[in-house]
Protein backbone atom coordinates (compact mmCIF):
# COMPACT_ATOMS: atom_id res chain seq x y z
CA UNK A 1 0.00 0.00 0.00
CA UNK A 2 1.57 3.22 -0.87
CA UNK A 3 2.11 5.90 1.70
CA UNK A 4 1.04 9.47 1.94
CA UNK A 5 2.50 11.61 -0.84
CA UNK A 6 3.10 14.81 -1.19
CA UNK A 7 4.15 17.11 -3.52
CA UNK A 8 6.17 19.07 -4.21
CA UNK A 9 9.16 18.50 -2.07
CA UNK A 10 10.76 21.20 -2.30
CA UNK A 11 9.51 25.32 -2.88
CA UNK A 12 11.04 28.65 -3.04
CA UNK A 13 8.51 31.50 -3.33
CA UNK A 14 8.60 35.30 -2.70
CA UNK A 15 7.12 37.45 -0.49
CA UNK A 16 3.50 38.42 -1.93
CA UNK A 17 2.86 35.34 -4.08
CA UNK A 18 1.16 32.50 -3.25
CA UNK A 19 1.61 28.74 -2.89
CA UNK A 20 -0.44 25.19 -3.24
CA UNK A 21 0.61 21.94 -1.78
CA UNK A 22 -0.89 18.51 -2.73
CA UNK A 23 -1.39 15.66 -0.30
CA UNK A 24 -2.52 12.18 -1.26
CA UNK A 25 -3.51 10.29 1.46
CA UNK A 26 -2.95 6.56 1.82
CA UNK A 27 -5.77 4.08 -0.20
CA UNK A 28 -9.05 4.23 1.51
CA UNK A 29 -8.23 6.76 4.32
CA UNK A 30 -10.96 9.91 4.63
CA UNK A 31 -8.84 11.80 7.24
CA UNK A 32 -6.06 14.75 5.74
CA UNK A 33 -4.75 16.89 8.09
CA UNK A 34 -2.30 19.58 7.14
CA UNK A 35 0.46 20.88 10.11
CA UNK A 36 3.06 23.53 10.00
CA UNK A 37 6.70 22.73 11.81
CA UNK A 38 9.02 24.73 11.98
CA UNK A 39 12.19 24.43 14.60
CA UNK A 40 10.81 26.22 17.52
CA UNK A 41 7.38 25.93 17.54
CA UNK A 42 7.05 21.85 17.05
CA UNK A 43 3.76 20.72 14.98
CA UNK A 44 1.67 23.20 14.41
CA UNK A 45 -2.01 22.32 13.34
CA UNK A 46 -3.16 23.77 10.44
CA UNK A 47 -6.76 22.39 9.59
CA UNK A 48 -8.50 18.64 9.11
CA UNK A 49 -10.69 17.52 6.29
CA UNK A 50 -12.93 14.51 5.53
CA UNK A 51 -15.18 13.41 3.10
CA UNK A 52 -14.47 17.06 1.63
CA UNK A 53 -15.68 19.03 4.57
CA UNK A 54 -13.44 21.10 7.11
CA UNK A 55 -13.90 19.69 10.10
CA UNK A 56 -11.20 21.16 12.51
CA UNK A 57 -9.47 24.73 11.92
CA UNK A 58 -6.28 25.92 14.38
CA UNK A 59 -5.22 28.87 14.55
CA UNK A 60 -3.89 30.27 11.39
CA UNK A 61 -4.53 33.39 9.76
CA UNK A 62 -7.52 33.32 6.60
CA UNK A 63 -4.21 33.50 3.91
CA UNK A 64 -4.24 29.80 4.61
CA UNK A 65 -6.93 27.59 3.45
CA UNK A 66 -7.45 23.69 2.09
CA UNK A 67 -9.95 21.56 0.45
CA UNK A 68 -10.39 18.11 0.14
CA UNK A 69 -11.30 16.51 -3.03
CA UNK A 70 -13.78 13.34 -3.73
CA UNK A 71 -10.79 11.10 -4.16
CA UNK A 72 -9.72 12.43 -0.32
CA UNK A 73 -6.48 13.92 -1.95
CA UNK A 74 -6.09 17.54 -0.13
CA UNK A 75 -4.82 20.79 -1.28
CA UNK A 76 -3.39 23.43 0.67
CA UNK A 77 -3.20 27.24 -0.36
CA UNK A 78 -1.12 30.23 1.03
CA UNK A 79 -1.85 33.10 -0.14
CA UNK A 80 0.27 36.64 0.27
CA UNK A 81 3.32 35.03 1.37
CA UNK A 82 5.38 36.36 4.18
CA UNK A 83 8.64 35.17 5.30
CA UNK A 84 7.47 33.51 8.54
CA UNK A 85 5.52 31.24 6.36
CA UNK A 86 8.50 29.35 5.67
CA UNK A 87 8.65 25.67 7.51
CA UNK A 88 8.28 21.98 6.62
CA UNK A 89 4.40 21.49 5.89
CA UNK A 90 3.68 17.95 6.81
CA UNK A 91 0.20 15.84 5.83
CA UNK A 92 -0.99 13.44 7.51
CA UNK A 93 -3.82 10.98 6.64
CA UNK A 94 -6.08 8.54 9.20
CA UNK A 95 -8.23 5.50 8.08
CA UNK A 96 -11.44 7.70 9.77
CA UNK A 97 -12.46 10.74 12.22
CA UNK A 98 -11.79 8.89 14.96
CA UNK A 99 -8.41 6.93 13.99
CA UNK A 100 -5.59 7.94 16.53
CA UNK A 101 -2.78 7.04 14.31
CA UNK A 102 -1.59 9.69 11.75
CA UNK A 103 0.45 8.72 9.20
CA UNK A 104 2.41 11.15 7.91
CA UNK A 105 3.78 12.20 3.79
CA UNK A 106 7.44 13.30 3.83
CA UNK A 107 6.48 16.87 3.79
CA UNK A 108 7.04 19.86 1.68
CA UNK A 109 9.54 22.49 2.71
CA UNK A 110 8.27 25.98 1.90
CA UNK A 111 11.47 28.78 1.64
CA UNK A 112 9.66 32.21 1.48
CA UNK A 113 12.48 34.69 0.36
CA UNK B 1 -4.93 23.78 28.79
CA UNK B 2 -3.75 20.97 27.01
CA UNK B 3 0.04 20.85 26.81
CA UNK B 4 2.58 18.51 25.99
CA UNK B 5 6.34 19.16 26.98
CA UNK B 6 9.40 17.34 26.30
CA UNK B 7 12.51 16.89 27.49
CA UNK B 8 15.64 17.16 26.95
CA UNK B 9 15.22 19.34 24.11
CA UNK B 10 18.51 17.96 22.68
CA UNK B 11 21.26 15.13 23.54
CA UNK B 12 23.66 13.77 22.41
CA UNK B 13 25.00 10.44 23.04
CA UNK B 14 27.67 7.73 21.95
CA UNK B 15 26.99 4.82 20.04
CA UNK B 16 26.02 1.87 22.24
CA UNK B 17 24.73 4.02 25.30
CA UNK B 18 21.06 3.89 26.54
CA UNK B 19 19.21 7.05 26.81
CA UNK B 20 15.98 7.93 27.96
CA UNK B 21 13.63 10.51 26.29
CA UNK B 22 10.70 12.62 28.85
CA UNK B 23 7.03 13.58 27.87
CA UNK B 24 4.96 15.37 30.46
CA UNK B 25 1.42 15.89 29.40
CA UNK B 26 -1.62 17.98 30.45
CA UNK B 27 -4.22 16.55 28.45
CA UNK B 28 -7.43 15.91 29.58
CA UNK B 29 -9.27 13.18 29.20
CA UNK B 30 -6.75 11.58 28.22
CA UNK B 31 -7.17 8.67 25.58
CA UNK B 32 -3.72 7.81 24.32
CA UNK B 33 -0.05 8.33 23.82
CA UNK B 34 2.21 7.98 21.09
CA UNK B 35 6.20 8.19 20.28
CA UNK B 36 6.76 9.08 16.72
CA UNK B 37 10.43 8.83 15.21
CA UNK B 38 11.23 11.72 12.59
CA UNK B 39 14.07 11.67 10.77
CA UNK B 40 15.72 14.67 8.90
CA UNK B 41 13.62 15.87 6.04
CA UNK B 42 11.14 13.10 6.59
CA UNK B 43 7.47 12.67 7.99
CA UNK B 44 7.62 11.23 11.83
CA UNK B 45 7.28 7.36 12.29
CA UNK B 46 4.82 6.19 14.98
CA UNK B 47 6.81 3.93 17.33
CA UNK B 48 4.51 3.19 20.35
CA UNK B 49 1.37 3.81 21.38
CA UNK B 50 0.38 3.17 25.02
CA UNK B 51 -3.55 3.79 26.37
CA UNK B 52 -4.49 4.59 30.08
CA UNK B 53 -4.01 0.87 31.54
CA UNK B 54 -1.01 0.80 30.00
CA UNK B 55 2.69 0.77 31.66
CA UNK B 56 5.13 -0.31 29.44
CA UNK B 57 5.47 -0.98 25.76
CA UNK B 58 8.57 -2.03 23.79
CA UNK B 59 9.05 -1.89 20.19
CA UNK B 60 12.63 -3.63 19.34
CA UNK B 61 15.16 -1.37 21.41
CA UNK B 62 12.84 1.29 22.16
CA UNK B 63 10.58 0.82 25.30
CA UNK B 64 8.01 3.47 26.44
CA UNK B 65 6.47 3.88 29.95
CA UNK B 66 3.58 5.61 30.89
CA UNK B 67 2.54 6.92 34.30
CA UNK B 68 -1.29 8.15 33.82
CA UNK B 69 -1.23 9.56 37.37
CA UNK B 70 1.71 11.70 37.45
CA UNK B 71 1.03 12.40 33.53
CA UNK B 72 4.57 11.47 32.57
CA UNK B 73 5.96 9.23 29.45
CA UNK B 74 9.40 8.17 28.75
CA UNK B 75 11.30 7.06 25.77
CA UNK B 76 13.64 4.96 26.73
CA UNK B 77 16.26 3.55 23.83
CA UNK B 78 18.70 0.66 24.63
CA UNK B 79 22.33 -0.18 22.89
CA UNK B 80 21.76 3.08 20.61
CA UNK B 81 22.93 3.33 16.79
CA UNK B 82 23.43 6.22 14.36
CA UNK B 83 20.53 5.64 12.77
CA UNK B 84 18.95 6.56 16.45
CA UNK B 85 19.69 10.32 15.27
CA UNK B 86 16.15 11.60 14.81
CA UNK B 87 13.52 13.99 16.20
CA UNK B 88 11.16 12.07 18.75
CA UNK B 89 7.99 13.65 19.01
CA UNK B 90 5.01 12.67 22.08
CA UNK B 91 1.80 12.79 20.41
CA UNK B 92 -1.25 13.04 23.27
CA UNK B 93 -4.62 12.12 22.07
CA UNK B 94 -7.65 13.62 24.36
CA UNK B 95 -10.82 11.92 23.63
CA UNK B 96 -12.50 12.59 20.51
CA UNK B 97 -11.99 12.24 16.78
CA UNK B 98 -11.05 15.04 15.27
CA UNK B 99 -7.06 15.38 14.66
CA UNK B 100 -7.41 18.63 16.69
CA UNK B 101 -7.50 16.29 19.81
CA UNK B 102 -4.02 15.72 18.88
CA UNK B 103 -1.37 17.52 21.19
CA UNK B 104 2.07 17.15 20.03
CA UNK B 105 5.29 18.29 22.13
CA UNK B 106 7.98 19.95 20.29
CA UNK B 107 10.53 16.92 20.58
CA UNK B 108 13.58 16.38 21.34
CA UNK B 109 16.44 15.68 18.53
CA UNK B 110 18.81 12.96 19.34
CA UNK B 111 22.12 12.90 17.79
CA UNK B 112 24.27 9.65 18.26
CA UNK B 113 27.78 9.66 17.01
CA UNK B 114 30.44 7.37 16.79
Not at chain 1, 29 to 41: A, D, F, I, K, L
Request: hydrophobic share 30%.
Amino acid sequence: KAGVTQTPRYLIKTRGQQVTLSCSPISGHRSVSWYQQTPGQGLQFLFEYFSETQRNKGNFPGRFSGRQFSNSRSEMNVSTLELGDSALYLCASRPSAGGTEAFFGQGTRLTVV
Amino acid sequence: KNQVEQSPQSLIILEGKNCTLQCNYTVSPFSNLRWYKQDTGRGPVSLTIMTFSENTKSNGRYTATLDADTKQSSLHITASQLSDSASYICVVSEFGTGANNLFFGTGTRLTVIP
